[in-house]
């Protein structure tokens, strides 16, 4: 019965007490931990076994990757997939640079994330001002805030209120107009 609850252990790096389907297992789990082929850990309420070297040698399984290199590995599939964000970012917003048009960058944007996203012409200013912040564009709130209003003056683009302000995901992203309500869409006019 050990030969065969070594041989299930090798098959994973940790496995639960639950998926053991042994009967007797409790004793057979306590003599392999007291012979120190076994090592018992555990996670809140969950019981879990791992081979130790010996363990693993007399398992006859191969021996276990170095934490180190599963570190690596790990990173290497973080840093691959947060390379993956990055570009998707720079794909939806135009470069500006240190003189570049902050309307032209909106108005680049409110396309982009139209398109992108979905959203039906509103454009949410959270998504906006994300946006433009993650494609390098440093000009503040206010700034932003003073740029949609130009463009809305000019009837390139439209300012909408939530209908309900209580209810959105980050009504300090909007733009607080007494006597209209809070701004919080942005629809670019079509030509």
């Known amino acids: 019965m050990n030969e065969k609850l070594l041989r299930k252990l090798a098959e994973k790096e940790?496995?639960?007490?639950?998926?053991?389907?042994f009967t007797d297992k409790e004793p057979a789990l306590a003599e392999l931990v007291a012979a120190g082929l076994v090592v018992e850990t555990k996670e809140g309420r969950t019981r879990l076994f791992a081979l130790t070297?010996?363990?693993?040698?007399?398992?006859?399984?191969?021996?276990?990757?170095?934490?180190?290199?599963k570190d690596d590995?790990?990173?290497?599939?973080?840093?691959?997939?947060?390379?993956?964000i990055e570009e998707a970012i720079s794909r939806l917003t135009p470069t500006v640079g240190?003189?570049?048009?902050l309307k032209a960058a909106i108005l680049g944007?409110?396309?982009?994330?139209?398109?992108?996203?979905?959203?039906g012409g509103l454009v949410p200013l959270p998504q906006l001002r994300q946006t433009?912040?993650?494609?390098?564009?440093?000009?503040?709130?206010?700034q932003v805030n003073t740029a949609l209003e130009e463009l809305e003056r000019d009837?390139?683009?439209?300012?909408?209120?939530?209908?309900?302000?209580?209810?959105?995901?980050?009504?300090?992203?909007?733009?607080d107009?007494?006597?209209r309500g809070l701004v919080y869409y942005v629809v670019r006019r079509r030509a």
């Open 155 to 175: 009837f390139i683009v439209d300012l909408s209120i939530a209908q309900s302000p209580t209810t959105v995901a980050e009504p300090a992203a909007g733009i």
């Open 53 to 69: 070297a010996e363990g693993r040698e007399r398992a006859g399984a191969p021996p276990a990757a170095p934490a180190a290199a």
């Open 177 to 179: 107009r007494p006597g």
């Open 14 to 21: 940790r496995t639960k007490f639950g998926d053991l389907r």
């Open 109 to 119: 944007v409110v396309k982009a994330l139209d398109e992108a996203r979905r959203y």
């Open 132 to 142: 433009l912040r993650a494609g390098g564009v440093t000009a503040t709130d206010a």
């Open 98 to 101: 240190a003189h570049g048009d």
């Open 73 to 84: 590995e790990r990173l290497a599939r973080i840093e691959a997939a947060l390379a993956r």
